[in-house]
Every structure is written in structure tokens, then in C-alpha cells.
T-cell receptor, first 114, second 118 residues
Framework: AQKITQTQPGMFVQEKEAVTLDCTYD???????LFWYKQPSSGEMIFLIY??????QNATEGRYSLNFQKARKSANLVISASQLGDSAMYFCAMREGIDDKIIFGKGTRLHILP | GAVVSQHPSRVICKSGTSVKIECRSL??????MFWYRQFPKQSLMLMAT?????????EQGVEKDKFLINHASLTLSTLTVTSAHPEDSSFYIC??????????????FGSGTRLTVV
């Protein structure tokens, strides 16, 4: 069973608009963490934002914010004022297990339109 | 910040040969290294977790005799694809757990290796 679900395979957004990328997760752990990574066509993994399961406030990093709804097990990424350079693949991921391994969702390909 | 250097970035090999991919931590000690495989337009799939000085733990469905992982030192982990076949063609990427860093910046990824088996 999928532990990280990203239901939007692709999205098209007009430049300067805000965009929300959806992510739901499944875990029975009390302590876990959620990440968002950006992967441009070069393949590198770029860390965007992290939310710990015990963090009471939603994480923010510049134009990125994470809308964490623990009861609904959702961790949506919000990008404000999108830019052309935001066009990339975005992965939601979760830290789990004693090794703190990270598992990834299937990703959402975001296209920013000029 | 913590950097993992991954080499080679691209490799083409003949079917039946073996290929070694290296991930080296440049300015920190990588006690735990994760190895992922990514097929085109797909997600990163965790293959195995290696801890320095011990045997790697493989995810279900990953052949440990085909994908040999060595993590003999705190700064170097290697993945060897043995007897490679065209279906092994993929993007392989490593990720090191950075001890002492919070979880937000606690993982650093290599730049990936694109393997093509012909």
C-alpha cells in the first residue's frame, strides 16, 4: 500500500499565481517527518521544506509553506508567487523507521506558464 | 553544508558487465547511506539502507546479490550493479544521513548516476 500519495501527476499554473501541491500520507508511527523536494530535469534533489509530526506550527521556507493537517494526514505544499524556474518535478516524502529512511510519493510535475 | 559527491554521473556499459557507483561524503561522516533507483518519469524507489561497517538492509524485491552495497568507511559507500542488463538502466541516486543536523537539513543527496546498459 502506498504510504505517500500525490494525486496530481501534472499541473499547469500561470506565472505569479500561487499553487498548492497535494500530499497525503499513511503511517502508524507517532514520530515522523514530511519533506518536499524539487527535482529539475538535471536530476538533482533539492530540499524545500520539512515538517515534523510534533511541530505545532506549519513550516515555512521563503516562498514555500507546508499546510500540515495531522488529523487528515495531509501535508500540502504551497508555493506563493510562482516563477518560471519553479517548473520541475515535486516529490512529497516521509521519514520513517529506525533508520530514518525517506520514502517518496510518485511526484507532481509542475509547469509554470509565462 | 554537507556535500555528497557521486560518480560517475553517466555510464554506459555492455550487458553482462558490472558497474560501480561511488558516493563520497566530502565534509562529514556518513554513518547511514540510502540508495535509490529512479526510472524515467517515476518516483525514487528505495533500494537499500547501509550503515557503516555492517551489511546493507535491502528493500523487498531488491536482489542483494545483484546490487552489492559496500559501506566500509564513514566517507564512502558504493553500489555495484553486477551482470547488468538493459532493464537495470536507470537513474541511481544516493542520500546520506547527516548526523547532528536537524531532520530538515539532515539528508543530502548525490547528484545521481544515469546508467545505460546496452
Amino acid at each position: 500500500a502506498q504510504k505517500i500519495t500525490q494525486t496530481q501527476p501534472g499541473m499547469f499554473v500561470q506565472e505569479k499565481e500561487a499553487v498548492t501541491l497535494d500530499c497525503t500520507y499513511d503511517t502508524s508511527d507517532q514520530s515522523y517527518g514530511l519533506f518536499w523536494y524539487k527535482q529539475p530535469s538535471s536530476g538533482e534533489m533539492i530540499f524545500l521544506i520539512y515538517q515534523g509530526s510534533y511541530d505545532e506550527q506549519n513550516a515555512t521556507e521563503g516562498r514555500y509553506s507546508l499546510n500540515f493537517q495531522k488529523a487528515r494526514k495531509s501535508a500540502n505544499l504551497v508555493i506563493s508567487a510562482s516563477q518560471l524556474g519553479d517548473s520541475a518535478m515535486y516529490f512529497c516524502a516521509m521519514r520513517e523507521g529506525i533508520d530514518d529512511k525517506i520514502i517518496f510519493g510518485k511526484g507532481t510535475r509542475l509547469h509554470i506558464l509565462p | 553544508g554537507a556535500v555528497v559527491s557521486q560518480h560517475p554521473s553517466r555510464v554506459i556499459c555492455k550487458s553482462g558487465t558490472s558497474v560501480k557507483i561511488e558516493c563520497r561524503s566530502l565534509d562529514f561522516q556518513a554513518t547511514t547511506m540510502f540508495w535509490y533507483r529512479q526510472f524515467p518519469k517515476q518516483s525514487l524507489m528505495l533500494m537499500a539502507t547501509s550503515n557503516e561497517g555492517s551489511k546493507a538492509t535491502y528493500e523487498q524485491g531488491v536482489e542483494k546479490d545483484k546490487f552489492l552495497i559496500n559501506h566500509a568507511s564513514l566517507t564512502l559507500s558504493t553500489l555495484t550493479v553486477t551482470s547488468a542488463h538493459p532493464e537495470d538502466s536507470s537513474f541511481y541516486i544516493c542520500s546520506a544521513r547527516v548526523l547532528g543536523a536537524g531532520f530538515n537539513y539532515g539528508y543530502t543527496f548525490g547528484s545521481g548516476t544515469r546508467l545505460t546498459v546496452v
